[in-house]
């Protein structure tokens, strides 16, 4: 089952925050975000693994909340750098292929 | 340092040919993922391998989708006969083991149109 992200879309202005919700149906052993800019690969940005553990990356950080199957990505101070859609990939318990959401597509503006 | 090289880039043809798509992974990587992206259906998994041997291809379309993994450096979907639906980007990745704390580098693409 595809991992439902929310929201679909966000405009930002230069400087605010946003935040990414990737929610799935299934036990999850983790969660993965991309992002990927028009015409452009999709490119890593973190892994979060199971146990409730909190990254950073830059600006960009993310938790991962096991019990309630669900991942959040946090932009701060955002930058129009950020443009471009965000993918969360989520990988079962039971398995090690990685199923991605619909994206969500960001667009800083200044 | 390489990453994941995918060929050609772009390719239009017509309906009914056949169509081949290359990738090499990141030298050591020993697990290689195929993707379709389209605006209707975004980033699809369609087969992935590890250790040069099919492990999930659940999402290959239907029977005029095949992929093959000769080697550990080289990886080819072939579609045929190609249909005008199958137009996409079709993305290659590749990822060190099987361990899921590992990320997926991705290819730039093949942007496939069938006319």
């Known amino acids: 089952q595809q991992p439902v992200q929310s929201p679909q879309a966000v405009i930002l202005r230069e400087g605010e925050d946003a935040v990414i919700n990737c929610s799935s149906s299934?036990?999850?052993?983790?969660v993965h975000w991309y992002r990927q800019k028009h015409g452009e690969a999709p490119v890593f940005l973190m892994i979060?693994?199971?146990?409730?553990e909190q990254k950073g990356h830059e600006k960009i950080s993310a938790s991962f909340n096991e019990k309630k199957q669900q991942s959040s990505l946090y932009l701060t101070a955002s930058q129009l750098s950020y443009s471009g859609t965000y993918f969360c990939g989520t990988e079962n318990t039971g398995g090690f292929k990685t199923i991605f959401g619909a994206g969500t597509r960001l667009f800083v503006k200044a | 340092d390489a990453g994941v090289i995918q060929s050609p880039r772009h390719e239009v043809t017509e309906m009914g040919q056949e169509v081949t798509l290359r990738c090499k992974p990141i030298?050591?990587?020993?697990?290689l993922f195929w993707y379709r992206q389209t605006m209707m259906r975004g980033l699809e998994l369609l087969i992935y391998?590890?250790?040069?041997?099919?492990?999930?291809d659940s999402g290959m379309p239907e029977d005029r989708f095949s992929a093959k993994m000769p080697n550990a450096s080289f990886s080819t979907l072939k579609i045929q006969p190609s249909e005008p639906r199958d137009s996409a980007v079709y993305f290659c990745a590749s990822r060190m083991g099987q361990e899921r704390n590992q990320p997926q580098h991705f290819g730039d693409g093949t942007r496939l149109s069938i006319l």
């Open positions: 030298s050591g990587h020993n697990s």
């Open positions: 979060l693994l199971k146990g409730g």
């Open positions: 299934k036990a999850l052993y983790s």
């Open positions: 391998f590890n250790n040069n041997v099919p492990i999930d």
